[in-house]
């Protein structure tokens, strides 16, 4: 797997030849790439659960133990010597051969500091590939159970049939006011904060 996401990523010709198993859905950036590049050799190797299992795991020892997060961001180290460490930690943690390989790849690539996006993005190629539809409600304030239940209620019409929906709810007191929805990789903003914005953006351009 090293291998083919080695040459996978050298050239953007090189990727487009590489035959990549097509996502479900479409993600973006480098991180998009790579979480692609990890679909497509999960796919064809019948190991999608097995490494997103695993990118789990990784994501929830990325979260509560502050050194590895350190060692993970830390742009200092050079990229064999967090290569050699990262295949330390998937033996310690029982990773399967092909996460560990991956994490290794982005540890040589110098784009471990980009595993937290990566393990995103690949969760949102995993959702869609499952038949789920992800969509996740940001508001200034926590919403009430009432208006909640409605927000599920009239989002539970935009899946296809037979798809499950899991709607999550977040604050952000930054955008003010008003709602941003992520449903998979669209959003919609009906925040204040991006209505503010419109009309600053709009009197900058009449003065």
């Known amino acids: 797997m090293a291998q083919f996401m080695k040459r996978g990523f050298s050239t953007s010709a090189a990727l487009a ?56 961001l830390d742009p200092t180290l050079k990229a064999l010597k967090k290569k050699t460490a990262i295949e330390a930690v998937s033996n310690k943690l029982g990773l399967s051969k092909e996460t560990g390989n991956f994490l290794g790849l982005l540890a040589e690539n110098g784009r471990l500091n980009k595993l937290e996006s990566v393990v995103s993005s690949f969760e949102s190629i995993m959702r869609a590939h499952r038949g789920e539809l992800f969509v996740q409600v940001t508001s200034a304030e926590e919403l009430g159970s009432s208006t909640q239940k409605a927000l599920s209620d009239a989002l539970s019409k935009i899946g296809k049939s037979g798809q499950k929906l899991t709607v999550t709810y977040a604050v952000k007191p930054s955008i003010i006011g008003g709602l941003v929805v992520t449903i998979g990789d669209k959003y919609v903003d009906l925040s204040i904060a991006s209505r503010v914005k419109k009309y600053k953006d709009a009197l900058a351009t009449a003065i």
Do not use: C, M, W
């Not at 590049?37 to 490494?51: M, P, R, T, V």
């Open 17 to 72: 030849k590489a035959q990549l198993v097509k996502t479900p859905i479409q993600v973006h950036g480098v991180e998009g790439r790579y979480a692609a590049a990890l679909y497509s050799a999960g796919h064809k190797q019948n190991k999608l659960d097995q490494i997103s299992s695993d990118l789990n795991n990784v994501r929830a020892v990325y979260k509560d133990n502050k050194k590895f997060q350190e060692f993970v």
